[in-house]
Structure formats: C-alpha cells, structure tokens
C-alpha cells in the first residue's frame, strides 16, 4: 500500500512530510486517492468481484456508519506452506487474527488488531529463535509440537486531533522514521512498543515527539519469566524549504529501565 500511495506522496506538486510513517488517513485524503489502493491488479479477478470476493478484498466484513460514530471491522488470515529440503521439513504459516478501526467525533479515531499465530520456519531462523527466545519482529514465543512455534501479537492506538495541526496519539505499535525500505534512525523491524506520540504540523514543518518502553531481550535476574524494560525518546523535525528539499533533523536516547545494581530505574522525565 506505501509503494501505492508513495508515487502520488513523492511528487513535486505535493506538500507532504514522507519521512514520518504510519501515515494518517485525514493527512492522506488532501494528497491523494485512497480508493486507488482498490485496483490493485489482485482484486480485479472474476472471484475478486463476486459478492463475497468484494466483502474480503474490498469491502469491510462489518461496519456501523452515523453521523458521529464509524467502526469497521474485518477478519485477517495468512496461511503458507513451504518446503525446507536440507532435512527436509515442511515451513508454514498459520494465522487467524481480527483488525478493527473507526471515528469517534471529528477529533477521535481508533485502531486494533491481534493475530494469533502457528509458524514453522527454516533451520537457520529456528537457531536464531531457540538463542534469543523472540520470533524476529514478533515478540516471544513457545514451543508448539515437535518444532514449531506458538506467537501472538496485537497492535492499537486511540488518537485525539483536537485542532488540524497537532495530534496526540496513545498505543501500542511502531514507527519507522526516514524515506526508503529501511531506517537507521527508527525502523519498523522492531517488536510492537507501548508508546505515546505528538505530531505538530504548521507551514512547512513538522515536528514528532515519540515516548517508548520496549522489551530488553535479557531476562529479568529474578527468576520471574519478565524482561527488563529499556525506554527511548526520539525527536523528528521536517522542513520542507522549497518543492525539491526537505531536511530532516533526527536525536534520540534510549537508557536501561534497571541501573547497574539491579535498581529499577523507570522512565526518565529529563529525557
């Protein structure tokens, strides 16, 4: 959906801050058409148009619309099946899971999924794994049968826009901030964080403030099968001087929750 919507977002006619993602649908709609990510060549199948092709390639399954109040609801799927030849195992995907979304007002939106998740994967991840206890970019995980895994994750926000130039935004997700398929700043190839978010967007500016708590993938020394906490600010100001540059400037500090002597630290106002 980003490949689709980037085209429109990169060119020189539009103002848009493309650095800063998830993207907002209320900034998107002023730039671009977002029934567009309809035709994608996928949904233009004889099944894609039948009735019940539509209601899950197009359409939402459920979905209440009034004046003051949308919600919108649908399930999510993703099942694979491959083969690891070397010593010859079978590789899957098996996963259920639900996304809701939808509008309270005109200054509250709200977002939410969670899946549920059965995997097995090829020998070189599974060692990866079995050493650091965490699906990549997943979270942690069990055993599930002989050699496969049991995972589930879930991600959500409430938003409030209570004027058009600023938002403040609180979940449980991530972000990736830079232009292109990867970051070095902030990627998104992280696991789901608790977080709370201010956007501020006047003229040409942009401006992101990001307070996170994440999971530190050592263990907690007391035995008690929880993880120490790390926590981070980041700080994300865009400008975009003229129609062919935008500058981005980017500071950060991520610190451990627990001191040296096993003291909880917590979260850091003066970060």
Same mark, same amino acid.
């Given at each position: 959906?980003?490949? #689709? &919507? ?9 103002? *848009? %801050?493309?650095?800063?993602?998830? /993207? ?11 029934? @567009? ?33 949308? &919600? ?7 099942? #694979? ?33 969670? =899946? ?24 942690? !995980? ?12 879930? !991600?959500?926000?409430?938003? +409030?826009?209570?004027?058009? =130039?600023?938002? +403040?935004? &609180?979940? %449980?997700?991530? %972000? ?8 070095? *700043?902030?990627?998104?190839?992280? +696991?789901?964080?608790? /977080? ?21 993938? !050592?263990? @907690? ?13 980041? %700080? =994300? ?9 935008? &500058?981005? +400037? ?20 003066? /970060?």
């Amino acid at each position: 959906e980003y490949n #689709q &919507l980037e085209a429109g977002l990169n060119n020189l006619d539009v103002e *848009f %801050h493309t650095a800063v993602k998830p /993207y907002r649908a209320a900034e998107l709609k002023q730039h671009v058409n977002l029934d @567009s990510l309809q035709f994608i060549p996928n949904y233009r199948s004889k099944f894609a148009r039948s009735l019940i092709g539509r209601r899950l390639f197009k359409e939402d399954l459920l979905y209440v619309e009034t004046k003051d109040f949308q &919600l919108y609801a649908n399930p999510a799927f993703n099942f #694979q099946l491959g083969r690891n030849f070397t010593p010859g195992e079978n590789t899957y995907f098996n996963t259920r899971g639900f996304q809701i979304r939808g509008n309270i007002g005109k200054m509250f939106s709200f977002y939410t999924d969670f =899946y549920e998740n059965q995997a097995g994967f090829a020998n070189y991840i599974k060692e990866w794994v079995d050493s650091n206890r965490v699906i990549p970019g997943m979270g942690r !995980t069990k055993s599930f049968k002989e050699s496969s895994y049991d995972y589930a994750f879930a !991600t959500g926000y409430i938003n +409030f826009t209570p004027v058009k =130039y600023v938002s +403040f935004e &609180l979940g %449980h997700g991530k %972000h990736f901030i830079g232009d292109g398929y990867r970051s070095l *700043f902030l990627s998104d190839n992280s +696991f789901n964080y608790p /977080y709370f978010k201010i956007s501020t967007q006047v003229w040409k500016i942009k401006y992101v403030n990001i307070w996170a708590e994440f999971q530190d993938n !050592t263990p @907690s020394v007391n035995a008690d099968n929880i993880n120490f906490k790390r926590y981070g600010t980041f %700080h =994300y100001l865009s400008v975009q001087p003229t129609r062919y540059l935008t &500058l981005g +400037f980017f500071e950060s500090i991520i610190w451990s929750g627990t001191d040296s002597t096993g003291n909880v630290r917590g979260f850091d106002v003066n /970060y």
